[in-house]
């Protein structure tokens, strides 16, 4: 037997630079187009790219159940669909072959050469067709901060607040990976003390801080998913920048929620980390009181030690980070956020996105969201080059890391890295 | 040339009942499940449902540019991503085919026997793949009842109302086709006067009487779609139940909007009427004071009146019309929804499916909704067999149906119809 996948003293053949987010303990799953224009499923070692699709057809997967074509697909959605048990063997196998003490693709130049690529050699794609995504708003210290700032500091949570995950539902279509640029939205807000709405581009533009999790599909419509079992259904997780044009959302939400303010674009990291990789990280989050409902009742170490940084790099490539933040923030966790969604008997499908929410610290160098760290304007930050920011301007870019670290181990999640141009010219013509 | 596909005088061979929802003039779009278990993409003349995969395989379609498998497919998806003009040539050639004067294909038995289907033969499928759905809130009738209950009667309408197309979005993975069961939903509600929510079955189930249009690929990510060019990207309508949970609701909704006392199940009815055949009952909607902004602003008739009526059926199986409404109550038209959900450069896919909100007349026999119809409980409707409701109880089914009348001449969209089951029993684990 070899060493376990998550064994910190597990090394691997391929070369791996000191710090990487991918080392063999981690073998995310993600989709790319190779240097010969096929899009496959995939995963990574250091900054080895690895193409799933071929090492099946060389038989690297032989004795797993898995369809010919499982990996030669455009998403990860059928591969998500055939479960946790699939997904481990095929981790567990990957962490065999690439293992520092095993030979056999190592030593196989040919078969190297068609498996393995650098990472300028392909290009990751949205590793997932989403059909439903939902955002949850599962952190304390960002839904204080914002009720504080919009209705009353002595009230700022909601009465339902700690008592369910709150959550809406987002849009599918404009969720994209990490590299692809964004337009500043345009749209309808209420200048102050104005009486009637304006026409123009969005001035108050937001990243916010989220991670999400990937679901398979867990149940029948009209069975919910208990609580203990919730977590069998999460496939992995990512770092998610749910763009947010806040001058929008002030004038639109009430009352039946966010819409052009969040639908313009979210972003996504495209490797999706499994919850096998994070075990070594997982920890409790902030005890709830008052206690949940029974369905929403989970003892044990349910959320995870996740550092997250958020930086703004200017147009002249200046890069300040603004925001460091921790996923074990977290008030409700994913088990809990996956038990409350099908509680009433929602569907939840193979590839459906979960969003955490803003995820903001107690301190406020942790808060998730220009909104949170200038708050409201009123206290601009101010970037390595001596410009300020109380929102994010054009042509700058929004990066978010995240990685879990633990006695001299680090599995991380890469970033997600976009890009926000100045609103798109057509715009002008409507 | 052969009578036009609307004109009132055309007669087709296929024998059709007197006041058919689906005339000659009618060929809506949908998908079933034949006598030999293959799905395929069809159309309905009176009562007899034509598989378009067999025409088109038989040379029927021949001349219009059309991929050999565009019928051959489980959703209507890629036919409605070929865009309006191959709709129209598809429409007009079928209207060509089964016009009385065309005895091709009524005279080939061998050919007929393959094409036709009686309505028992036949299952239908949820028509289309949606990739995002998103609710409107357009009838001010409706908004301004709800306002009045739940806020301010002085005040009922909030400050956005009349400026914007009030929309969120919904859970796709939860619409089903006419017929198929739905379940009571469980969840957590605030009981009056309650300091802790409690769960349990929802106690307030509710109808939303509704219709949807389905769209195709439109724009980019970043790309508006022009009001005036809006319509051209609807492929055609149809009746949807948004069902909702009113306890559920109010405990849930506020910041975000409605989650779970929504998600639950949306019903459509299976056959897409297109905007073509609803044109000869095209009509002006209600005057709009203040004018909209200019990206809103569009003269002209984009509304349709569209006769829409409410059935509750007992488990029984006695029927009472609780509701008589029509689509042309709605305050926003579907061409300035689509272009304000697209003002932002929210990416608009072949499958989406918009609904219109609730559908409320001026009259409290026309409101949309069980809420509305016994005003939060305080006027119970009175049912043919005696029985009374303020909302929907266990194994009663809800019928909508639509049509258009105009001169002897009627278009209509047949039934989606519902059966709400009680709790679903594995829930009572949980």
Not at 12 to 29: A, E, V
Not at 132 to 158: K, Q, W
Not at 330 to 355: E, I
Not at 358 to 371: A, C, E, Q, V
Request: net charge negative; charged share 20%.
């Amino acid at each position: 037997m070899s060493i376990p996948a998550n064994d910190p003293a597990k090394k691997t053949w391929i070369p791996t630079p000191d710090q990487t987010d991918f080392p063999i303990q981690n073998i995310p799953f993600g989709v790319f187009l190779t240097r010969d224009d096929i899009i496959t499923i995939g995963t990574r070692i250091g900054d080895t790219a690895i193409d799933l699709g071929a090492m099946h057809q060389l038989g690297y997967f032989d004795g797993i159940p898995l369809t010919d074509d499982i990996f030669l697909q455009d998403t990860l959605n059928d591969f998500i669909s055939d479960g946790q048990k699939t997904w481990r063997l095929v981790r567990n196998r990957i962490s065999e072959v690439f293992d520092i003490g095993n030979d056999t693709l190592k030593n196989n130049d040919a078969h190297k050469s068609i498996i393995l690529f650098a990472l300028n050699e392909i290009e990751m794609q949205l590793p997932v067709q989403i059909g439903d995504y939902t955002d949850f708003y599962s952190s304390r210290e960002h839904a204080t901060n914002v009720g504080s700032m919009f209705r009353d500091p002595e009230n700022a949570l909601l009465p339902n607040w700690l008592h369910l995950p709150v959550a809406y539902h987002g849009r599918s279509s404009t969720i994209i990976p990490s590299g692809v640029p964004i337009y500043r939205p345009i749209g309808q807000t209420l200048p102050k003390e104005a009486e009637k709405p304006v026409f123009g581009p969005s001035r108050l533009v937001d990243f916010e801080l989220e991670m999400a999790f990937i679901t398979t599909d867990a149940n029948k419509m009209g069975e919910p998913i208990p609580v203990a079992k919730a977590e069998e259904y999460i496939f992995g997780v990512v770092l998610f920048n749910d763009w947010s044009a806040r001058d929008i959302q002030k004038w639109e939400y009430v009352p039946l929620g966010p819409f052009l303010a969040k639908n313009f674009a979210s972003s996504m990291s495209p490797w999706i980390v499994t919850l096998d990789a994070l075990k070594p990280f997982r920890c409790k989050g902030p005890k709830q009181e008052p206690a949940p409902l029974p369905y929403l009742t989970l003892d044990g170490n349910h959320s995870f030690d996740i550092d997250l940084e958020v930086d703004i790099v200017t147009a002249e490539g200046i890069s300040t980070t603004v925001s460091k933040s921790n996923f074990k923030y977290m008030y409700w966790s994913m088990a809990q956020q996956l038990a409350h969604h099908t509680v009433n008997g929602c569907k939840v499908n193979s590839g459906d996105l979960m969003g955490s929410g803003t995820i903001s610290g107690p301190t406020p160098d942790s808060y998730g969201s220009m909104l949170e760290l200038a708050w409201q304007g009123t206290k601009p930050i101010t970037l390595n080059d001596g410009s300020k920011r109380t929102f994010i301007e054009d042509n700058d870019t929004v990066v978010f890391r995240g990685f879990c670290k633990k006695s001299g181990q680090r599995i991380g999640f890469g970033e997600v890295s976009t890009k926000l141009l100045p609103v798109f010219k057509a715009k002008t013509k409507i």
